[in-house]
C-alpha cells in the first residue's frame, strides 16, 4: 500500500516551466513503475510520462522533448520537470502506480498555463 501526494502545479505563461513532485509514504526503490496522468476538463485523462525502476522512460508525443520524468528513491518522490508549457498542457495533473495488483493515485494538482 501507499499514499502518493502531488504538489508543485500552479499558473504560470505560455513558454513557462514548472517542477511537479510526487512524494510517496513508503520506499519507492522495488516499484517498478511510475507514472504521471494528466486530465483537462471535458477530456479524459491520458497518460504523459512513466519511469521504470531502472530509470526508463517513455512519454507521450504530445509532451515529448518539454517534458522530464524522474525518480530519487533515497527521496521516496518522483518529479515531472516541465519547460515549454503550452496552454494545452492546463490540467490536473496526478502521479500513479501499481503494487500487487492494486492502483493508487494522487489526488492531483492544478497546472494551469496562460497565453
Known amino acids: 500500500q501507499v499514499q502518493l501526494v502531488e504538489s508543485g502545479g500552479g499558473l504560470v505563461q505560455a513558454g513557462g516551466s514548472l517542477r511537479l513532485s510526487c512524494a510517496a509514504s513508503?520506499?519507492?526503490?522495488?516499484?517498478?513503475?511510475m507514472h504521471w496522468f494528466r486530465q483537462a476538463p471535458g477530456k479524459q485523462r491520458e497518460l504523459v510520462a512513466t519511469?521504470?525502476?531502472?530509470?526508463?522512460?517513455s512519454y507521450a508525443d504530445s509532451v515529448k522533448g518539454r517534458f522530464t520524468i524522474s525518480r530519487d528513491n533515497a527521496k521516496n518522490t518522483m518529479y515531472l520537470q516541465m519547460n515549454s508549457l503550452k496552454p494545452e498542457d492546463t490540467a490536473v495533473y496526478y502521479c500513479?502506480?501499481?503494487?500487487?495488483?492494486?492502483?493508487?493515485w494522487g489526488q492531483g494538482t492544478q497546472v494551469t498555463v496562460s497565453s
Open positions: 500513479n502506480t501499481a503494487i500487487s495488483g492494486s492502483v493508487y
Open positions: 513508503r520506499s519507492i526503490f522495488s516499484i517498478n513503475r
Open positions: 519511469i521504470t525502476s531502472a530509470g526508463s522512460t
